[in-house]
């Protein structure tokens, strides 16, 4: 089975773009996550979606924003990109009442 | 406070040692608690869950302290695949939503 995948793997920008990030969940998983993780530290809450809507946001500012589709799959969003967004984005899937969280192996932001 | 605190090390520890790693958290009211680990440039992998009653999975010990808000992993006869960074994290629901990561702990392992 596969598991999360998130696309694309790296990706450049520069300051003031914006920029989209894909995540598929694992078959069968409906809630998915998105951490932010800068280099040296651990992940950082963003989002959590669960059948398509939002059940919990992290500190972020309002350039970041996300959604989940009907197949249960999810876009991230962060406008207006910053040198400080550079950082490793992970998605993560889960059911709702598994403790088991899955990640993918992240999507790579660099902001120049 | 972070709400999470870890050592970073990192622990250089020869292999078929035991080392043991600790972790605070500031919200009395968090209600799961896990390790993860994470090898270089790749993601997170649940380790453990944590329990008060504490528990074991092979050569790994996980032990929580709800008073001293404090949690440990113990890891008795080193391999030197267990060389990665350990994250100890905590959540304020039952399930596995919003974790809270800490910094992670480096360890690597000495043939």
């Known amino acids: 089975d596969a598991g999360v995948t998130q696309s694309p793997t790296h990706l450049i920008k520069t300051r003031g773009q914006h920029v989209t990030l894909r995540c598929s969940p694992i078959?069968?998983?409906?809630?998915v996550s998105w951490y932010q993780q800068v280099l040296g530290q651990g992940p950082q809450f963003i989002f959590q979606?669960?059948?398509?809507?939002?059940?919990g946001r992290g500190n972020f500012p309002d350039r970041f924003s996300a959604r989940q589709f009907p197949n249960y799959s999810s876009e991230l969003n962060v406008n207006a990109l910053l040198l400080g967004d550079s950082a490793l984005y992970l998605c993560?899937?889960?059911?709702?009442?598994?403790?088991?969280?899955?990640f993918g192996s992240g999507t790579q932001l660099s902001v120049l | 406070r972070k709400e999470v605190e870890q050592d970073p090390g990192p622990f250089n520890v020869p292999e078929g040692a035991t080392v043991a790693f600790n972790c605070t958290y500031s919200?009395?009211?968090?209600?799961?608690f896990f390790w993860y680990r994470q090898d270089c440039r790749k993601e997170p992998k649940l380790l453990m869950s944590v329990y008060s009653s504490g528990n074991e999975d092979g050569r790994f010990t996980a032990q929580l302290n709800r008073a001293s808000q404090y949690i440990s992993l113990l890891i008795r006869d080193s391999k030197l695949s267990d060389s990665a960074t350990y994250l100890c994290?905590?959540?304020?629901?039952?399930?596995?939503?919003?974790?809270?990561f800490g910094t992670g702990t480096r360890l690597t392992i000495i043939p």
């Open positions: 919200n009395s009211a968090s209600q799961s």
């Open positions: 078959s069968g998983h409906k809630s």
């Open positions: 994290v905590v959540s304020l629901d039952f399930g596995n939503e919003k974790l809270t």
């Open positions: 979606y669960y059948e398509k809507e939002e059940r």
């Open positions: 993560a899937s889960s059911t709702w009442t598994n403790e088991k969280l899955f």
